[in-house]
């Protein structure tokens, strides 16, 4: 932790850059112009970074010591669509991108992009019209099956349509249609990774303007295909030995966590994180006087998950901003936005957790880590009976 009173986030930049990039459609597979927006930011705080193939930002915060180092990771993907089929009557059926209900789907504008324009529609339901279909409308099954894209052009058939250059596999961003209250709620789709996205580049630009070293080097990484899986599995340097994913907290019932407040996920379904970082993590909101929560995500993936899959021996914690609807008409708070970026920082600012992950090949038992305590190791209640005294009875 830095010596000094930690600096303010500035909520303004924060605010702005959530809504500059909600205004960028990035559903995965088609993120290049959010990766260009993050790369000027970048540039602006004077962060150098990299670019891999397929478009992951990796940026470099140098610190006294260069290894172990350590990644955050935020992406910059989006959950979508593409056209599956271009129908007889000019409709159009949708594919999902990412994993989604066609319920939060129904009734939203979108922009679909064709190889060389944009064309602008509404998803609707396959009974749309409450006047022809009356009760009908309330029977049909919630599936992508039946919604389709109603595009604003002159299309009676499909020969219409293939003559706008409308194409299977064209991409179809959903608005996001932003509204930030006076309350302090922020209501808009994809939230999910971009307040995340925000709440970084605020935390990165607190560390800029503090003047303040950074004990190890940090990796933030901005990536392209969390919402399919992949994320950050190709993207992290071989000797970060510590990994936070930065995502959204699902509030909901059965949940442990509120809009207002920061996640610390134990578990998701890949299963648990890091028992040492999630616990530096803990301790470090409770030095920073942030009030936190520990959760449990059920149906859920991150980056840090696909970067285990993908083999790398690090350690995984999950920071998440507190939203309610995820995956559909998302709501976060300013204050969990701001305490986020506060978490971020003091973490930034703290020593690796072990000092000996510098080195995993010469690791040795005298400086693994140790989850129980010696006098904590707890005897059972109901002792097993000495062998002879069984045998003895047998007789």
């Not at 992009?113 to 396959?126: A, I, M």
Request: charged residues 20%; proline residues 5%; contains cysteine.
């Amino acid at each position: 932790m830095p010596a000094q009173p930690m600096p303010a986030v500035d909520l303004d930049y924060l605010q702005r850059v959530l809504l500059e990039t909600l205004a960028i459609p990035s559903p995965t597979g088609f993120t290049d112009t959010l990766v260009r927006y993050v790369a000027e930011r970048l540039d602006e705080l004077g962060v150098p970074y990299e670019l891999t193939r397929r478009g992951t930002l990796r940026a470099t915060l140098k610190g006294r010591q260069a290894s172990p180092d350590r990644a955050i990771a935020v992406h910059l993907d989006t959950i979508g669509a593409c056209v599956r089929e271009i129908k007889a009557n000019g409709r159009l059926s949708l594919a999902p991108v990412g994993c989604w209900s066609s319920r939060f789907a129904e009734g939203s504008r979108v922009s679909l992009f064709t190889d060389h324009t944009v064309l602008r529609g509404s998803v609707l339901p396959l009974l749309a019209s409450g006047h022809a279909f009356n009760t009908q409308v309330d029977e049909l099954p919630v599936s992508w099956d039946n919604v389709e894209l109603r595009l604003d052009a002159n299309i009676d058939n499909a020969a219409d349509a293939a003559a706008l250059g409308i194409a299977v596999g064209d991409v179809v961003a959903f608005d996001p249609l932003p509204e930030f209250s006076d309350s302090g709620h922020i209501s808009s789709r994809h939230l999910d990774d971009k307040a995340g996205v925000a709440a970084l580049l605020a935390a990165i630009k607190m560390h800029q303007e503090s003047g303040l070293a950074l004990p190890i080097d940090c990796h933030p990484l901005f990536t392209v295909t969390e919402e399919i899986g992949s994320g950050a599995a190709g993207a992290l340097p071989w000797d970060v030995s510590e990994f936070v994913g930065i995502d959204i907290a699902p509030v909901a019932e059965g949940q442990n966590s509120a809009e207002r407040q920061v996640s610390i996920a134990m578990q998701d379904s890949g299963g648990p994180y890091d028992y040492h970082l999630s616990r530096h993590l803990l301790r470090l909101a409770e030095r920073s006087g942030l009030n936190v929560r520990r959760d449990v995500f059920r149906y859920y993936h991150s980056d840090a998950q696909s970067a285990v899959t993908a083999g790398h021996d690090i350690r995984t914690a999950l920071l998440a901003f507190g939203c309610d609807a995820t995956h559909g008409y998302e709501r976060t708070h300013i204050d969990s936005l701001r305490d986020l970026s506060q978490l971020l920082f003091a973490y930034l600012h703290s020593d690796p957790v072990f000092a000996s992950d510098a080195a995993p090949a010469e690791a040795s038992l005298a400086t693994f880590a140790q989850q129980l305590e010696g006098d904590a190791q707890m005897a059972n209640d109901t002792q097993v009976p000495p062998l002879t005294e069984v045998l003895g009875k047998q007789r």
